[in-house]
């Protein structure tokens, strides 16, 4: 079976550059963010440095932040139109972009729209926190992001104080959640493959590498992918969010694909319970220094 992945599209039409997949695997951002990455960079900047606990729509104003989610949300339905208008299926989980502000930020900034969006396109397959059976192999999906359960002092100064009550449920609720699929999976005897939006912890691809990010030089991958790739052993894990890496890693037997960012694209090839082809892709030919080890 050929897979299709996907970087992260933020708002661009996709391009599938991969000849005749059967399947695409797109990990979430379909939502176009940039002026709303823009405020949340200040705001990390600003908590980071201990002026006040701020966020991103605090500093662009309710109006305006209002109006920059729903154009936003927008560009996500216009991408994932052109998605299922591929004809193929399209297995997906949501990204941070995919979602708006917390429950304190008024009903516009805190409503999730990722159901809205998805609604009524028919080869869009919606895997967050659910087991997809699609034959020969098991889809498990989780999407958005969370962080280190204890982060550094550096790392806590830079996320909000609502922000980090979330994650004490996703750390909970979601772990368990994901438990109980690869479980369900396991009984299968089926190859599983695992779509998170972000990367799992402590790998090479999700170091900060921007020197000018008050985050710069930490990991901000995913605890809890990290804990089910290290436990349950899936085939592949497939992700992007890190927009500085494309590429790969291995956690034990499992080989972990950082898709990037549009408009590259992925080559995954799987036979059994092995991975036949693997090929990363920047314009129409094969990328081979982002061919990486772990």
Same mark, same amino acid.
């Given at each position: 079976?050929?897979?299709? =992945? !996907?970087?992260? $599209? ?5 391009? @599938? ?8 695997? /797109?990990? %979430? ?49 216009? =991408? !994932?139109?052109? $998605? ?5 299926? @399209? ?8 979602? /708006?502000? %917390? ?192």
């Amino acid at each position: 079976m050929r897979f299709a =992945v !996907l970087g992260d $599209l933020h708002g661009n039409p996709p391009k @599938v550059i991969v000849r005749n997949a059967d399947a695409i695997i /797109a990990p %979430g951002d379909f939502c176009n963010a940039g002026e709303i990455r823009g405020y949340a960079f200040r705001a990390i900047s600003e908590r980071a440095g201990g002026k006040r606990n701020v966020q991103w729509h605090d500093l662009a104003g309710k109006r305006k932040a209002e109006k920059l989610v729903l154009d936003s949300v927008r560009s996500g339905r216009d =991408v !994932l139109e052109k $998605l299922n208008s591929l004809d193929k299926p @399209v297995y997906i989980v949501p990204g941070n972009s995919d979602t /708006a502000g %917390g429950k304190k930020a008024g009903p516009v900034l805190a409503r999730s729209y990722f159901e809205e969006m998805i609604k009524g396109l028919r080869n869009i397959r919606n895997c967050y926190c659910r087991l997809v059976d699609i034959g020969d192999y098991i889809v498990i999906g989780y999407g958005i992001t969370d962080w280190p359960e204890k982060p550094p002092a550096s790392f806590r100064k830079t996320v909000n104080r609502e922000t980090l009550k979330v994650m004490g449920y996703f750390y909970k609720t979601v772990r368990r959640e994901q438990e109980g699929l690869f479980r369900r999976a396991g009984k299968t005897g089926k190859p599983v493959i695992y779509i998170s939006h972000n990367m799992p912890y402590k790998t090479h691809l999700d170091v900060v590498r921007d020197k000018s990010s008050p985050r710069h030089g930490q990991h901000v991958g995913s605890v809890i992918v990290r804990e089910m790739v290290e436990k349950y052993q899936p085939l592949v894990m497939a992700g992007g969010h890190m927009h500085e890496h494309f590429g790969m890693a291995k956690i034990g037997r499992t080989v972990c694909i950082n898709a990037g960012v549009w408009p590259k694209n992925v080559l995954l090839e799987v036979e059994g319970n092995k991975i036949k082809d693997l090929d990363f892709i920047l314009g129409e030919k094969p990328s081979r220094q982002s061919r990486r080890g772990p």
